[in-house]
């Protein structure tokens, strides 16, 4: 069907895209119309069918604004769909971290930010998972522009607090442990610290010293003593879930945290290779 517009169907997109509205519901498609909830579903259909809206879930559509051209190409980046499904959202976890560089895994799902408890949601063939973060936790995120798409982000200290913090949406804990070296050398000290200590869990910032220490990371003295001064006396985690790896394994100081997980899980082959000490010729000859 052609990308037409009928004098009510006009009204409709005019507004939304006058007020920069990339979603809309059916809902508001009635309210915006002025008609019965028969019409604003027929109105809909029409709209989807002449490429005008996309729709996302039951009663949910995106707008395929006037700048897509005649053709009516809607926007397929997974972030901008990820963006109109909830709010407030950010993007983080496994998401966040391949977004700046610290992992190579493969995520075949969205992992976003939520302050509502929600189940998965599958759209376009992706599946959007919604991590719940309770209100006094929701921080550490900002709007920035991937593929020309505006959408919150966790900052990389963030990204690095969310994937040390529950594994599992960031590849697991031999993935975390890579995460983490990479992190060290691009993060703001200052502002991992500040994060730290409005999250306020002594079992992350154990985990965190732990892989930092692992990967001898260069960690700023005031920075080192303000972590440790974060861990509960007396506090002692497993690294890895207990029921995957068990409860045994070495206590690793000063964070106290028992090291259940394998080291070959923790330090892959290659970097171990990096670590080497490579002599000079020389001294290799003697």
């Known amino acids: 069907m052609e990308r037409t517009l009928s004098e009510n169907e006009a009204k409709v997109i005019l507004d939304l895209e006058w ?6 519901s059916l809902a508001e498609l009635r309210q915006a119309s002025g008609a ?20 996302l ?19 397929t980046h997974p972030l901008s769909v990820g963006a109109v499904l909830v709010d407030p959202y950010f993007f983080s976890f ?13 995520f075949a799902d969205v992992y976003i ?4 408890r929600r189940s998965p949601e599958t759209i376009r063939g992706k599946r959007y998972v919604f991590v719940y973060v309770p209100s006094p936790r929701f921080f550490g995120f900002e709007e920035v522009s991937i ?3 505006r959408v919150q982000v966790a900052t990389i ?15 697991g804990i031999g993935e975390v442990s890579t995460i983490v070296r990479r992190a060290a050398s691009r993060v703001s000290w200052e502002a991992l610290l500040n994060l730290t200590r409005r999250w306020g869990s002594s079992a ?6 732990y892989f930092l220490d692992l990967h001898e990371a260069e960690v700023p003295d005031d920075v080192r003593a303000a972590l440790l001064a974060l861990v509960v006396p007396h506090s002692k985690i497993q690294l890895g879930p207990r029921r995957k790896w068990g409860t045994t394994g070495k206590l690793v100081q000063p964070w106290n945290v028992l090291e259940n997980v394998l080291r070959d899980v923790l330090v892959s082959k290659e970097h171990k290779c990096q670590r080497r000490v490579i002599l000079p010729t020389k001294e290799r000859e003697r």
């Open 57 to 75: 879930r039951p009663g949910l559509f995106q707008l395929v604004p006037a700048d897509r051209g005649r053709e009516g190409v809607a926007d």
């Open 157 to 171: 200290e963030r990204a690095l607090l969310d994937a040390v913090d529950r594994p599992s949406f960031a590849g």
């Open 147 to 149: 593929l020309g798409e």
């Open 113 to 116: 930010a939520s302050q509502r």
């Open 19 to 24: 007020r920069g509205q990339r979603t809309v």
């Open 36 to 55: 019965s909830e028969p019409y604003a579903r027929y109105l809909a259909h029409r709209l989807v069918r002449k490429g005008w809206l996309e729709r």
């Open 94 to 106: 496994g998401t966040a971290c391949t977004h700046y560089g610290l992992t190579e895994q493969s």
């Open 204 to 209: 992350l910032v154990q985990r965190l010293g």
